[in-house]
């Protein structure tokens, strides 16, 4: 399919260490002149699904500042754009939850919100997992929660679970274990 958007004009109003966000002039598909704003994440997002040979995962709580709510999440974090995704998996699997593991695989490539962002999101399955210390950056007050899959399915479908690369990754790793 071809793209029928044409930028008239593209200026950045607004920039920060992890966003740049966009306003353009644009001609939409259908030929009238409209505006489209865009957010430029400058980090990759990565999600990290660790699951334990008793078929248990590990949640991570935390109050979300953007949407003021207490959440509970697969481990997360942002991968900047030149490093290895699964390097930056592990940091983040270790830094949040004290984990690491021995087998990985990736099983998602997502869009987190592609009607006005280009965040681009990876989550991998973390299994053959050893326990250590967390080392969690100073901004995150975090809570680990060691469930079952079967749990955090249901409270997906419970909206207990409201993150999108969180819901992506229990979902899919749900279905992988019963196929």
């Not at 306003?23 to 430029?40: A, D, R």
């Not at 270790?94 to 087998?103: D, I, P, Q, S, V």
């Amino acid at each position: 399919m071809s793209n029928k958007w044409k930028k008239l004009d593209s200026q950045t109003v607004y920039e920060n260490p992890w966003i740049e966000v966009q306003h353009h002039e644009v001609i939409n598909p259908s030929g009238g002149k409209g505006i489209y704003g865009q957010v430029n994440f400058k980090n990759l997002a990565i999600g990290i699904v660790p699951l334990d040979k008793e078929g248990n995962t590990y949640l991570v709580g935390q109050h979300r500042f953007p949407i003021d709510e207490y959440s509970w999440e697969i481990p997360e974090g942002g991968c900047p754009h030149d490093e290895d995704i699964l390097d930056c998996a592990k940091r983040e699997l270790l830094e949040e939850t004290g984990l690491r593991a021995e087998k990985w695989t990736q099983i998602s490539k997502i869009h987190t919100s592609n009607s006005v962002c280009n965040e681009t999101g990876f989550i991998f399955l973390a299994e053959e997992l050893t326990q250590g210390e967390a080392e969690p950056e100073e901004t995150e007050d975090l809570v680990v929660r060691k469930v079952s899959l079967e749990e955090a399915f249901q409270m997906v479908m419970k909206d207990e679970i409201t993150d999108s690369l969180s819901i992506a990754g229990i979902l899919k790793t749900r279905l992988l274990r019963k196929y």
